[in-house]
């Protein structure tokens, strides 16, 4: 067979493990989104069921085999195409260090600890998580040394799991940013107490009519881009963004934490969206969870939404006026004011939430305290001080409680571990993009101020989405600026936006 | 083995099929709620799996050997647990007729039918649809001659279809029901003309505002009892109820067919999911699709909540202070109007927003309709046609278009052909029990005029809901009432309701 005829066998095949990784993805939408709370524990049977088929019909010799031959002639493909088949063999070969039984059981555990987390951080309560937080490490753990990680030696356990959500990257290149970014972010606070200047925030923590957020989130997203004939938005408690199907890729949001909460948490999601929206057919109708490569690149994508365009002056003087239409109390804040109040270097608690400047003191606090869990240096009980302690370190302020400290995020609990670098990988990637962006189109200003996210868009998909899931972070950085991935663009980014704030130089 | 651990045993076994069934529930739900139009084709290859799964774990031979086993000694168990094994084994038994493989082709056709039947009623395109309804046709057809109907008399496919959705019950029988409420509503229809009076209906015409529309939904579905904390609300094309799961029964509804549509669409859905969330927790761990026994007695609820209770003028003695603050243009008009205009007897086009005296002439129509399709005696291309007649007949109005005649319900497209009749049972049903209810519960007008569903829910769980699914309609209402099925108390109910409206004797 050519490799034409082998790629369209593959697609066949794959048809069976991609329909039943859909179904598991509507399965766990489900559970997050609309699903009550009193339902979901009765779900995991279920939940099982699907994730295992999902795997084992992805892991059949039969794939292999074709995956194997595809291999052999992928240079006869056209580049990206052969890219994207020796990264779903990586994936093959990852999904079958799995048994299927392993895999339900972790997804039990997942869904469980899930129902159980969400109650837990409405309640603050860290110890009603605790079980099912430990049963989820050791589980991990477990995998780890499946994976081929050193049983006798814990600390080999970590860079595995780093690994599947960043295959090809070294944890030690992502550790050394973050510590780089996390000084400069200490000295940058310095600087900003030392400015004196306390620029007005004060209409971030206004009480906004709830129907009127609601209202806002889908605007939001159309305007920066997202199609909504091939996609839908709902309300959870943490947003995210999933593919269910060809054409349905579906963002969250939350209408609890404010209008910054609201605006740029849809912003964020909304940019993950449209990179899923430009991926080329193939990789949609040749879907495996385990494909969201690179999730550092896919950050960029939501983080260059959020930051890039929707931090901007020139965006805020096309969206302002909107905004005060619908919140007609922001009258009274002047366009200057907004602006610098969404650029501000400050202390916060909620990482989603939490601006540019601060945003990687949170991964950090999140790697450092998951990598100590996953190698016995950290005890679960430990965790909520461990967690507080980093964020101290970072900022000088305590969590008050669990719920605004190590029980905010959804990712332990759903399995997630070694997954928050990622977070930190997109948040340097994605100014360095935006930044050959804006030399490549010089209009870009005059473009955001009409509102037109198009030419943005356009460039993107171009250098972005169409290699979607085929490079790392580091190779596609590289790929595009010709540099390497590093903190550079991202701290240029940080002082344009508020070096005019506090009067820095 | 003891009954009790053959019942256990059961439980066990069943936990797959049922795992299943709310699986492809989940699905066939997302399909009509939040999927994207453009997604909905390419969905159909993961549904078919799903139903094949479903089908496929139920129909083992493991599963028909328990249930024989139970059935042996079903005496031994309390009467409720064993009419419903009996219920069971007879679903057992009707889903073994078909093979895994007819049911996955089935699947692929509801699938693709349904998505274009939803963009042939937004086109009123019949055209569009008559191709997947006559694949529809066609494989219903078959399944009726698969099921035991005789090839060589097509006139026998009917009963076999009818006696899916209501085993036990003979169609003539119901027949003649319709026939005779055809009848009476034709005569009453002449005596409202003759009477001269048109009460007071154009607040039901009014344009409201779609957020407060959307905002009312869930505030009636809570007033007349549905359990939130078990179940949730959507907006839909067209309402239903179904259950996704333990502690899980969902409503939908829509706010694009005025006032009336959005209240009293929610208060039916209500109505079903209160029957749903009232079952015996051993249904609800045992679950296949085709359990939902019996869809007469089931309707029952859904219009005895809607009709019995939230057309009563107490009702809204208790409700219409509270609608007023919604939608304060009603402070126009009074409360006799309001409820006047609730209880007509008036000719219209949509079946579900129809009144309660007209009501029954729309599913007669959707009868005679499908029993001449199925048995070739109508051709596809008469079917928009051969409708409205039947319409024209039965209410002196021919619909204008086929979104409003033939296209304006799922069920063809959804492959629920021999269905409809099964709403007039409930229709007629509902009275029957709600006559009983009044004489057990006298005090059941302050209960309304106090907003309080309590003691009409707990009549009709005790009575109803909990010999849920192992009744016939027929068997309940003779059970609860000591009278047989019929019009009467249906009569009656019109009666009381228009009589002065129109100021008939």
Known sequence: MSARQLFERLQKL??????????YGLEAWYQRVYCPASAIAAREFGAKLLAGMAHRTFITDENGQCLDDLVGVADELPTTQA??????????DMARQLDPEFVERKEGIRTRSEAVWKVARAESNFKMFAPLLTEMINITREEAIIRGADANNPSTFYPVLFNLYEPGMDIALVEAMLDD??????????????????????????????????????????????DFDRGGFDLTTHPFCVRLGVNDVRITGRITNGLAGAFFG??????????????????????????????GVHESQSRGTENGNCRSRPFWEFYYPKLQTRFPRLQEVSLDEFVAGINTARPSFIRVEADEATYNVHTRARFRVERGFIAGDIVVDDIPEAFNQEIFDGLGIRPPNDAQGCLQDIHWGGGLIGYFPTYSIGNFMGPQVVEQFRQDVPDWETHLRNGDFGSYNAWMCEHVHQRGMVDTAAELVERITGKPLSTDAWKRRIMSGVRPVYGLN
């Open 181 to 226: 970014a996390f000084a400069f972010t200490r000295d940058l606070l310095e600087r900003v107490r030392a400015s004196g200047v306390t620029p007005r925030t004060d209409f971030l923590e206004w009480t906004y009519d709830p129907i009127a957020l609601k209202d806002l989130c889908p605007d939001v997203a159309k305007v920066v881009g997202f």
């Open 14 to 23: 794959m048809q069976v493990p991609t329909a039943w990784s859909y179904s």
């Open 266 to 295: 849809v912003a964020h999601e909304a940019g993950h969206a449209i990179y899923d929206q430009n991926l080329p057919d193939y990789m949609v109708t040749t879907w495996v969870e385990a494909m969201r490569y690179s999730l």
């Open 83 to 92: 890219a994207f088949v020796r990264r779903l063999k990586l994936s093959f």
